[in-house]
């Protein structure tokens, strides 16, 4: 909107301007300087101003040191990768991102969270890597009024459980990953239905995802006639896992599901090994322990493990990424099938920064973007095509297509190339 704002000009000084002479008693209109209207911000938890030549502020929150310190740095370089490819510009500014180490924990998540929420230039966060850390962070970043899209964040109470608010929802946070909701049912389906099992123990380390996964397991298992033996928990940093593998054997478990994470989940595996009585107690767990360096840590005592993890899509699009990032860090992505997601995430909340900001009336490059408005316009994302397939949002910021498969380690020697190679069950299986 302009306001025109002009002066009237007589004859006489027309002529002593412009040497033209005009019909006596004409006068000119002239001078018409339109001014820009100001812009006001009516947004409900307000507006960041980026004046011209300022950066767009992004966070990125992935764990980059500790035993999963190899697969957030890579989601890191993801992130990266996905800023790259817009030549690191966003209408015609800069984008600067700002990396912390969230730890995958709660405190970590928190402090992370406020080292980037201290800048009120921030508009939102990637990550993180892990669902604790997303956990707590919400509460700062919601807060704040930032948003926060994150690639492999997938505990059901970061979003919806069975069609309500999670434990752990916050606004504005929104996730490209899985609701691990569909992997506990996919766990508990294939063991029920395609293992024959009957009696199932599940062993989670306290943390949102995996007791998130254990108490979909359990509901659904028990759904398919199964029956939880033993429902347990082991504390992050234990070595001996003895106690609760005797509890399993007590218990005629005749499948354990276990989603935790590194290093625990190696301890879990080779004193299973050398447990008599355990030979024929089938051991399952997720994507926790989904890496090339658990296979090498377990070797042969891991054989015969299931893996619930998300379908890749195969795609050119895919490859075509994959072929980026290995020219880019010499190396492939070791977080498979997270890097995807990670790099879908990214994009996200680009395309929503664009289509949310407003340009100034004054023409010169300053934008103006609403947090709210931002928050929804994630929300309305729908039919966006990524790397993982169609994303649409729903009203708790689940915006991943749910599609997951059990693999198989049948060949330790074999690494994760091959476990990936193997997969013996898709969920949903009818699509």
Known sequence: MFQGKCSILSLSTVVLLTGIFLPAGAVLLAACQPTATP????????????????????????????????QGT???QTVELAVDDRDRELLGHPIELQSEDSLCSGEGGTTAALKVAADPQ???????????????????????????????????????????????????????????????????????????????????????YTRGLTDTFEEVFTELGGEIVLSTAVNKGDT????????????????????????EGDYIVLQASDMEGLEDVALMSAEGLYFDSFIEAVGEAGAGMYFNTPARLESPAYDAFFSRYETKYNEPPTFTPY????????????????????QDAK?????????????????????????????????YGDCGPI?????RLDDPAAGLEGLAANVVYIYPPDQ
């Not at 947004?43 to 500790?66: F, H, N, W, Y």
């Open 74 to 76: 890579a989601l890191l």
């Open 39 to 70: 812009f006001e911000c009516t947004d409900a938890i307000g507006c960041v101003e980026i004046a011209p030549g300022d950066p767009i502020k992004i966070g990125a929150l992935q764990t980059l040191s500790g035993s999963l310190g190899p």
């Open 122 to 208: 921030t508009l939102g966060i990637i990550g993180p890597t892990c669902s604790g850390a997303a956990a707590s962070a919400m509460k700062v970043v919601s807060k704040a009024g930032l948003v926060m899209i994150s690639g492999s964040s997938s505990a059901p109470s970061l979003t919806s459980v069975a069609g309500a608010p999670g434990t752990d929802w916050q606004p504005g946070f929104f996730r490209t990953a899985q609701n691990d909701a569909v992997v506990g049912r996919a766990a508990a389906t294939y063991a029920s239905q395609q293992l024959g099992v009957t009696k199932a123990a599940t062993i989670n380390d306290g943390d949102p």
């Open 403 to 407: 599609r997951v498969q059990v693999t």
């Open 363 to 395: 023409g010169d490059g300053t934008l103006h973007i609403g947090r709210q408005a931002l928050r929804d316009t994630l929300y309305a994302t729908a039919n966006y095509q990524g790397l993982t397939g169609d994303l649409t949002c729903d009203q």
């Open 240 to 263: 001996d896992m003895r106690p609760v593998l005797n509890a399993v054997l007590a218990s005629g478990a005749e499948l354990v599901f276990f989603p935790v994470f590194r290093l």
């Open 339 to 358: 890097d995807a997601h990670a790099y879908d995430a990214a994009n996200l909340l680009l395309n929503a920064i664009a289509a949310a900001a407003v």
